[in-house]
C-alpha cells in the first residue's frame, strides 16, 4: 500500500463526486447537484442560474419596448427608466434601447449577470 492509499475514495475534486451530489466550485465540499449556492463557503455554483433569461428578456424588453425604459425597470434602475418615461416622445430612449438590446444580447450570460444584476 502506498502512501497515495491513504486518502479515501471520493474526498478529492479530482474524482467523480457520489450520485446525486458534485463539488463546490470554491471550496470543494461535496453539496446536493441541485444546490446553487455552497452551504459551507455561500459561494453561487457556475452554470446554476436561470439559464441567461435575464439577459434575453432584458434585451428583448430594450428592443421592444426600450422607448418607455422598460428593461430599466426590470433592471432595477427606476431613476433613469422614470427618465426613458419623461422623454419617450422625443424617440431618442428608443434608439437608445435599441442599442442596449444588441449590447446585451453580445455579452454572455455570466458577463451580463455580473454587469448588470450584481451590485
Known amino acids: 500500500m502506498s502512501s497515495d492509499d491513504s486518502v479515501t475514495d471520493g474526498d478529492q475534486p479530482g474524482d467523480p463526486a457520489p450520485p446525486g451530489e458534485k463539488y463546490c466550485a470554491e471550496c470543494g465540499s461535496i453539496i446536493n ?5 455552497c452551504p459551507e463557503c455561500g459561494v453561487r455554483q457556475p452554470g446554476m442560474g ?3 433569461d435575464e439577459r ?6 430594450a ?3 426600450g422607448s418607455f425604459g422598460a428593461h430599466k425597470f426590470y433592471l432595477g434602475e427606476n431613476k433613469v427608466g422614470v427618465i ?3 422623454f419617450f416622445w422625443t424617440g431618442i430612449p428608443g434608439i437608445i434601447g435599441i442599442i442596449e438590446g444588441v449590447i446585451y444580447l ?3 450570460d455570466e458577463e451580463f449577470r455580473r454587469q448588470y444584476l450584481e451590485d
Not at 447537484?33 to 449556492?37: N, P, Q
Not at 434575453?56 to 424588453?61: E, K, N
Request: one cysteine or more; a neutral charge.
Open 63 to 65: 428592443i421592444l419596448l
Open 50 to 52: 436561470s439559464g441567461g
Open 56 to 61: 434575453l428578456v432584458t434585451a428583448l424588453l
Open 84 to 86: 426613458y418615461l419623461c
Open 33 to 37: 447537484e441541485k444546490a446553487e449556492i
Open 106 to 108: 453580445s455579452k454572455s
